[in-house]
């Protein structure tokens, strides 16, 4: 059986980030992969830079939106029958 476990590498050295434990006879394999072969991670260079804008121009944009009108309640007993 194959068990992925997570670890860091710090100044060269191997470090898991959960406790591992090994049978007498099992062989330990390791596997590098760039941080952007990851799913779901990118590296810092290529991240988004943080939005610096102000939020609060957005708020109240969709009050007059029709896919937010009606009771809340109506609307997700309606999704949930649209799965019949």
Known sequence: MYQAIEAICRAGQIIPLEPVQFQEDEHLVIVRLPLAAVVGLRPASTAPAPATGDWQQFAGMLKD??????????????????WD
């Open 65 to 82: 939106s029709p896919n937010w009108n009606g009771d809340p309640q109506a609307v997700q007993e309606a999704m949930r029958r649209e």
